[in-house]
């Protein structure tokens, strides 16, 4: 395949192209992948990823079988919204939006989320093209050798084109299974807006026995929280997008794997490529830095879901399916989409907050000794946030914020204690000025 790539003929058979990078194999999407391939042979002598080809895969497959809301859809999640806010503002002390909440097509959110989709998948993307190209360099035939030379360039366009193309295809689909900009646990969309996508709403209420007005306003509720919480703590977004992208640049590719797929990789029977770039078998076990790296982000996206799913709790009391509505968004979020399973499989990366039923039940407690202000004060700076040490152990977050709040001297940890004694020491030992 290679060869016949680099000599120019077309006796490549682009089905097996597709099924090898786990692409649809339809006639039109096929056209797409030779053409973009071309582009790539043609004009990809920087190596760069071109992303434009993540951002149109990803709006043509989110097209498909898009419904724009109605006029009655849009007076009722207008209504929706308004009343969130109304209750939201008896429950958390953070600023309100500046800007009013948006309806998204399923296009359309694919075009607002896909900045912040490329710059969290740049990273691997680029390791596999960076890994590919080498592997290919060094295991390609003697005949090969002198046409390899001057072609590392293209491979590594070619991977980036492929990789973007598998990215647009996640998203597209991951439009048709979000109800909100929040819904992935991540603030995807950067001007701290919040919105909802009419469709997917409507489809997520079809199978609850709840009149869609209650369903409506607990999903408004919901990502009108998590929208404040990000204008209101504007370091929390660049915070977690920089733990996520750090994480990604941790991530290589096995290329003793890459390796055994070349030396024995069949064009006619691409299956086996596949599923390793399905299951991510190409990608190494994590590094200790990044096992302490994941746990931090974690942490902090546990932090985030736990306090929405509280306020939340809270705000949505007088809706009378409010506990149906919490119990499906659970269910949804434990089991994760099939997008975001190939999220996951391309960026080595689950978005899901495993800790989230410990970061809620700690959040219910601080709310319930210290009050909503005292609650919503801790998310003023990162230094204020509780820790992993605090989801195991609310009791004494609880205990160092209600002794603060009473003006008592704070409990000192061993690490304090030791350098409070160090300075009592040396101040004890300094001979005394007459």
Request: proline share 6%; glycine share 8%; aromatic share 4%.
């Amino acid at each position: 395949m290679l060869r016949d790539i680099l000599s120019g003929k077309s006796s490549i058979d682009p089905s097996q192209l597709a099924g090898a990078a786990g692409l649809p194999s339809d006639p039109a999407s096929i056209a797409a992948l030779m053409s973009q391939l071309q582009g790539a042979l043609q004009g990809g002598v920087d190596g760069g990823i071109n992303w434009d080809i993540a951002l149109s895969q990803g709006q043509e497959r989110a097209a498909a079988g898009a419904l724009a809301p109605t006029p009655k859809e849009r007076a009722e999640l207008d209504q929706a919204f308004h009343v969130a806010a109304l209750w939201l503002d008896d429950v958390i002390s953070v600023a309100e939006l500046t800007t009013s909440p948006r309806l998204m097509t399923r296009k359309e959110w694919v075009t607002a989320t896909m900045p912040l989709w490329t710059q969290l998948a740049e990273p691997v993307a680029t390791s596999i093209s960076d890994s590919l190209t080498r592997v290919l360099t060094e295991q390609a035939p003697e005949e090969l050798q002198g046409m390899m030379a001057g072609a590392s360039q293209v491979m590594r366009s070619i991977g980036g084109t492929l990789f973007a193309m598998q990215l647009g295809q996640v998203v597209g689909q991951l439009a048709s299974e979000v109800v909100s900009g929040g819904d992935v646990g991540i603030p995807l969309l950067s001007d701290q807006v919040a919105a909802l996508l009419p469709q997917n709403v409507a489809e997520f209420g079809e199978g609850l026995d709840v009149p869609i007005d209650q369903v409506q306003i607990y999903l408004a509720v919901r990502e009108l929280a998590h929208a404040r919480l990000f204008r209101h703590s504007r370091w929390l977004r660049l915070h977690l997008v920089s733990s996520i992208t750090d994480f990604a640049r941790g991530i290589h590719i096995d290329t003793g794997r890459l390796e055994e797929l070349a030396e024995g990789f069949d064009p006619s029977n691409p299956e086996e490529l596949r599923q390793a770039m399905v299951n991510g078998s190409l990608i190494p076990p994590k590094t200790d830095a990044q096992l302490a790296a994941l746990d931090r982000l974690e942490t902090m996206l546990a932090l985030v879901e736990g306090w929405v799913d509280v306020v939340t709790l809270e705000a949505t009391e007088r809706l009378p399916k409010a506990d149906a509505i919490a119990e499906t968004v659970k269910r949804r979020r434990a089991s994760g989409g099939p997008a975001e399973s190939a999220f996951s499989t391309l960026v080595g990366l689950e978005l899901r907050p495993r800790r989230l039923r410990e970061a809620a039940a700690m959040w219910q407690a601080v709310t319930d000794a210290v009050g909503n202000e005292g609650r919503d004060e801790l998310w003023a700076h990162p230094d204020l946030l509780p820790t992993s040490a605090d989801l195991d152990d609310p009791k004494s977050l609880v205990a160092r914020l209600t002794g603060s709040a009473q003006g008592s001297e704070p409990v000192l940890d061993e690490i304090d204690q030791a350098l409070e004694d160090l300075l009592r020491d040396d101040n004890t030992d300094r001979p005394h000025e007459a």
